[in-house]
């Protein structure tokens, strides 16, 4: 490794090929120095080995030096340092990581039926495209004590969550399927009830009431709905909900008692399926 003023003055023959040698020493171990060449003019690159080990490649621009990249010795490797360097990956047919791959705000695409494999090039996750897709799934994780969750986003007001077996198998869960108890109110005298997002209910009562035609139904679904009586107030239901017998039961409407009721919906009526009444409210 060496540097040279690159000039070659008049001289004896053995002292200018002693020169020439040292211009070409120069010039074969890329101007390397722990410093820039004297003779550095613009554009003019030259290695820094300040770093035995990691030395800097530079560019001098006639003013300053431009780093341009770092070569590892140990690893073998080329370290570019300009962030905006682009390398083309097409002819690379097996890629590898260096460290965690950073999108930087940006998506990764992935053709129609193509999407991530395993360890053995086994297909783990495939994603299929929707030329106008407008809604998604957004996966959140979570810290200590909470759960990660799997939501459906998108730009429609309500986007419900589908999940599909193949042929004839069947979806299965780890444990059974949770859904979690919401509250009903009343207003005007009447409840609005929404069968899709609260399927498993419950009403605490605040004054006389009338349980109006759920919304969002659908065939073959299962409604629960538990009233508590915070009071003696009366209960009534819409014509949609059919009882047993076609007859409303005699509702409990004493304060501090429980009626528990659930119905299924036939594609026209919520049909009675099951009812418990009077029980102690705990």
């Not at 086994?122 to 929707?130: C, G, P, V, W």
């Not at 409990?252 to 009444?277: A, C, H, M, P």
């Amino acid at each position: 490794m060496a540097q040279h003023d690159y000039d070659i003055a008049n001289q004896s023959f053995p002292s200018f090929r002693s020169d020439l040698n040292s211009v070409l020493e120069a010039i074969n171990t890329s101007n390397s120095g722990t410093s820039r060449p004297t003779s550095a003019v613009a554009g003019t690159v030259w290695l820094d080995t300040t770093s035995a080990t990691t030395p800097t490649l530079k560019f001098y621009d006639g003013t300053d030096d431009i780093s341009l990249a770092t070569l590892d010795y140990t690893a073998n490797t080329v370290n570019w340092l300009d962030s905006s360097v682009v390398a083309d990956l097409v002819n690379d047919t097996t890629p590898q990581l260096g460290g965690t791959l950073d999108t930087n705000g940006n998506n990764i695409q992935f053709d129609d039926s193509r999407g991530i494999a395993d360890v053995n090039n086994n297909s783990a996750l495939e994603f299929q495209s929707t030329a106008s897709a407008v809604n998604e799934f957004t996966i959140t994780n979570a810290a200590t004590g909470n759960n990660p969750v799997l939501s459906a986003t998108g730009s429609d007001t309500n986007v419900g969550l589908e999940f599909t077996a193949k042929g004839t198998g069947t979806i299965k869960f780890n444990d059974l399927a949770y859904i979690p108890q919401q509250a009903l109110t009343s207003s005007s005298n009447a409840v609005a009830w929404d069968a899709q997002a609260k399927p498993n209910a419950y009403h605490l009562t605040t004054e006389n009431t009338t349980f109006s035609a759920p919304t969002n139904n659908t065939e073959g679904s299962f409604i629960c709905l538990e009233i508590n009586y915070n009071g003696a107030h009366t209960i009534a239901f819409n014509t949609v909900f059919e009882f047993a017998a076609s007859t409303a039961p005699t509702f409990t409407s004493t304060d501090g008692k429980t009626d528990i009721l659930v119905f299924r919906y036939n594609g026209s009526v919520w049909q009675e399926v099951g009812r418990t009444l009077n029980l102690s409210e705990s």
